[in-house]
């Protein structure tokens, strides 16, 4: 049987020139563990809390995800496509609804076409199109009888990703939206 004076790890003298009366002792260890664990813990006491511990952890993970917390979904292409028509629609109803009855002025364009982009693009995530994200893009400006070109390019899956566009012209002023909607997979 062992005895307390055996479960405690060695310990050895260091070999220096100093005097006998100021050598340091250095523990060494055999078959023990000195770490957070304390200082008579074994090897093999720290692999299995180890152990337990990562088994613990994955039963908690299996409950969250039975509860559906976190049920891991591997899916490479969206359960549905956003509806173009149903896109351009709401864009419509926003955007004549925002604009009627409204005139052209710097300050209002720039604060018009935040809150049209915002409006839009809350609208767009009530329709509730999983892994979409949306860019919405509004330009506002004075109608002059001038021209205007957009132009823009994206990279992108042409499968499931697209853009949807709406211009008009009311009281002196013109609106492009753009849309653009991508799958995140």
């Known amino acids: ?10 310990t050895t003298q260091l070999a220096s020139v100093s005097p006998v009366s100021e050598r340091k002792e250095q523990p060494v260890l055999l078959g023990r563990v000195s770490s957070e664990f304390g200082p008579n813990a074994s090897i093999f006491g720290v692999l299995a809390s180890r152990r337990f511990g990562k088994k613990l952890r ?13 049920a891991p979904n591997y899916r490479t292409e969206p359960a549905a496509i956003p509806n173009q028509t149903t896109i ?3 864009m ?9 009855g ?3 002025t ?13 409006e839009i693009k809350t609208k767009l995530k009530e329709l509730n199109y999983p892994r979409y994200k949306y860019i919405v893009m509004a330009t506002i400006g ?5 021209g205007i070109k957009s132009v823009s390019r994206c990279l992108w899956n042409t499968d499931y990703d697209n853009t949807v566009s709406y211009t008009t012209q009311v009281n002196g002023l013109f609106c492009i939206v753009n849309v653009y909607y991508m799958y995140t997979d």
Do not use: C, F, I, W
């Open 1 to 10: 049987m062992a005895t307390s004076s055996s479960l405690r790890p060695h």
């Open 58 to 70: 994955s039963r908690a993970y299996e409950r969250r995800r039975l509860n559906g917390q976190l």
């Open 88 to 90: 351009y629609e709401l």
């Open 92 to 100: 419509r109803r926003v955007v004549d609804g925002q604009l009627q």
């Open 102 to 104: 409204k005139s052209y």
């Open 106 to 118: 710097a300050a209002r364009g720039r604060l018009l076409s935040v809150s049209l982009s915002d």
């Open 142 to 146: 004075e109608n002059k009888d001038g």
